[in-house]
């Protein structure tokens, strides 16, 4: 039985029988003659689904938000704008697929030789929980767009989300099978990967998840592409625009109840500016308004399960009692969800729990710093290697530490966010592989070699 749970009360708002063997083999078989049609279909004609999948999404953005807000706890105003993002970059790629699925003339010995982009066959889509519609259409434009197929096993507390893609995928226009949702177990996974219908995996979720359907894939020979864990670090400088650096921080760090790979996590913060640096932290968290998610002026709602919040207080305590000071919360709210203080932690050090491992919950850390080199070194210090921020008013100082930086992304006096326009993704554990931009659409494409001879 596979349930869907409102965090911001405990009430069990659905129940689902798990999909039976038949039922899979129902879906990956559609999938795949589907597939076998649409990559036969113009591009030009491909994009026009994207552009359809951008209207119902608008259409139907309030019922939409309001499936995810009660299935994870997201304020209902975050998960709004998550409807939107999707639609933006439903539209985005169906303006620019085209041109960056063009074939590409390339100078040889040959009569003609150029570049082409087939798509790969049927991709399968685990996805996680925290970002329900978004982290599903931020692969599926870009993948459709270039002729692929897709089944999604999502995360198992979001089955009515599941379920509401698939349909307003229908609604779209999508041709029949191309995309559906499996409900099934973690532990049937291995034989989907297995499956010769399956051409390529794509997960986003845990460093440990992402080992394992690694292994698997790569056992079967088959691409993937892997967005794993972060614990991204944001620097302040002691020249930076402290007050500025701070408002964004808290953004940074608790949208989406601090439930994102991409949430800013390691505060590290030049000594001479760190206590007003913290100052602002301070108040910009305790100013954050806590309640219902469904109402619009909530900021931070419930954590999505129990035993994340659990785990997430356990990280605490064991940084505090290592010597990390608590400076705000550290505790869960007395009050029926699944909520937990806003909390910041001070005088984090590399030891420290609240350093090496990700934090995934409404937990900011902050560390002290000596000097620009000094912070590169703590940035760098971690197995996992997504974004980054610097905040600094010496830009050219900043470029020099965008190119020493581990990370898929640094953002300059910003907040690290994805964007249709530009690849996303990590290094390290983190993951590999892109999604979004030009880079993301040809990562489930055959970029093949097509050469006309005779040789001149």
């Known amino acids: 039985?596979?349930?869907?749970?409102?965090?911001?009360?405990?009430?069990?708002?659905?129940?689902?029988?798990?999909?039976?063997?038949?039922?899979?083999?129902?879906?990956?078989?559609?999938?795949?003659?589907?597939?076998?049609?649409?990559?036969?279909?113009?591009?030009?004609?491909?994009?026009?689904?994207?552009?359809?999948?951008?209207?119902?999404?608008?259409?139907?953005?309030?019922?939409?938000?309001?499936?995810?807000t009660e299935?994870?706890?997201?304020?209902?105003?975050?998960?709004?704008a998550e409807i939107?993002?999707?639609?933006?970059?439903?539209?985005?790629?169906?303006?620019?697929?085209p041109r960056f699925l063009a074939d590409e003339s390339v100078k040889s010995n040959a009569t003609d030789s150029s570049v082409v982009f087939d798509p790969l066959g049927v991709v399968l889509a685990i996805m996680p929980w925290n970002y329900p519609f978004w982290q599903f259409f931020r692969f599926a434009a870009p993948a459709l767009a270039a002729g692929n197929g897709a089944i999604l096993k999502h995360a198992n507390n979001v089955p009515r989300s599941a379920l509401a893609i698939e349909a307003m995928m229908n609604e779209a226009g999508c041709p029949d099978g191309l995309m559906r949702t499996v409900l099934v177990e973690a532990s049937e996974v291995a034989g989907l990967i297995a499956d010769?219908?399956?051409?390529?995996?794509?997960?986003?979720?845990?460093?440990?998840?992402?080992?394992?359907?690694?292994s698997q894939a790569g056992n079967a020979l088959k691409k993937q592409v892997l967005e794993l864990g972060g614990s991204d670090p944001f620097i302040v400088l002691s020249d930076a625009d402290v007050a500025a650096a701070a408002a964004t921080a808290v953004k940074s760090r608790f949208i989406n109840v601090g439930q994102s790979c991409v949430n800013a996590k390691?505060?590290?913060?030049?000594?001479?500016?760190?206590?007003?640096?913290?100052?602002?932290?301070?108040?910009?968290?305790?100013?954050?308004?806590?309640?219902?998610?469904?109402?619009?002026?909530?900021?931070i709602g419930p954590m999505a399960r129990f035993n994340l919040r659990a785990e997430l207080h356990d990280q605490v305590t064991r940084s505090i009692r290592d010597g990390a000071k608590l400076a705000l919360g550290g505790e869960m709210l007395d009050r029926p969800g699944c909520y937990y203080a806003p909390t910041l932690l001070d005088r984090v050090r590399p030891e420290h729990t609240s350093f090496r491992?990700?934090?995934?919950?409404?937990?900011?850390?902050?560390?002290?710093?000596?000097?620009?080199?000094?912070?590169?070194?703590?940035?760098?210090?971690?197995?996992?290697?997504?974004?980054?921020?610097?905040?600094?008013?010496?830009?050219?100082?900043?470029?020099?530490?965008?190119?020493?930086?581990?990370?898929?992304?640094?953002?300059?006096?910003?907040?690290?966010?994805?964007?249709?326009?530009?690849?996303?993704?990590?290094?390290?554990?983190?993951?590999?592989?892109?999604?979004?931009?030009?880079?993301?659409?040809?990562?489930f494409t055959n970029i093949k070699t097509v050469w006309i001879g005779p040789a001149q």
């Open 71 to 80: 299935e994870i706890g997201k304020p209902i105003s975050e998960s709004r």
């Open 266 to 299: 390691r505060f590290i913060v030049q000594e001479e500016v760190a206590e007003t640096f913290l100052e602002h932290f301070r108040h910009g968290i305790s100013a954050l308004r806590i309640g219902d998610p469904m109402d619009p002026q909530t900021q």
């Open 357 to 443: 491992e990700e934090l995934f919950g409404p937990v900011a850390s902050v560390i002290r710093c000596a000097s620009a080199e000094d912070a590169v070194a703590l940035a760098n210090n971690t197995e996992f290697g997504l974004g980054a921020a610097v905040w600094t008013s010496d830009l050219d100082l900043a470029r020099r530490m965008t190119r020493e930086i581990d990370a898929g992304a640094v953002f300059v006096n910003g907040m690290v966010a994805s964007d249709a326009r530009l690849p996303f993704g990590g290094i390290k554990k983190s993951g590999y592989g892109r999604e979004l931009g030009s880079y993301g659409i040809r990562e």
């Open 84 to 97: 939107e993002k999707c639609a933006v970059t439903c539209d985005f790629y169906a303006e620019a697929a």
């Open 1 to 68: 039985m596979i349930q869907s749970v409102n965090p911001a009360t405990g009430d069990v708002i659905e129940s689902f029988d798990a999909h039976t063997a038949a039922e899979v083999e129902a879906a990956l078989a559609g999938a795949d003659r589907a597939q076998r049609m649409w990559r036969r279909v113009p591009v030009e004609r491909r994009v026009e689904l994207l552009s359809s999948m951008a209207r119902s999404l608008r259409a139907s953005a309030d019922a939409y938000a309001r499936l995810i």
């Open 196 to 214: 010769d219908r399956i051409a390529a995996v794509t997960l986003t979720g845990s460093t440990q998840v992402g080992q394992i359907v690694a």
